[in-house]
């Protein structure tokens, strides 16, 4: 006779899993991590992480982010790639993409222009203008 274990199984209780948590739920992460950045565009030159931590040390980070009124966005997996680059390094070209989305979501936070769109404009126009003289070599 089969024990009472084996009867009725919801599968709750065989792997520890919810079947019904989305999957697009992440867990908060034991130890908080946060990464500062400094804008270095008018040198010309990437932005650099300027300040980094983990634990007390990212809550202190993130206080005095709110206390001077910088715009935060929180992204996990970018914090802790950045978090293990040397402090004064340029971001790697890895985590370029993910940095440009950033820093364009605190232009627009910051209600400045985002200097992306202008890059963006400027190679948008080249390519047309290429378009266009194309045509009419025909």
Known sequence: MP???DEFDDGYAKNGEDPLKPLNIKEKPDRLTAVA???SSE???LPVISAAGRGKLAEQIL???Y???IKVRSDADLA???AKIELESPIPSEAL???AEVLSYVYRANGEPNPFDVVLKDVMDEQAKNQNGDKDDE
């Open 63 to 65: 206080q005095i982010a």
């Open 3 to 5: 024990s009472n274990e």
């Open 37 to 39: 950045l400094k804008d």
């Open 67 to 69: 206390e001077n009124g």
């Open 80 to 82: 802790e790639i950045l």
């Open 43 to 45: 040198e010309g030159s």
């Open 97 to 99: 993409m993910a940095v």
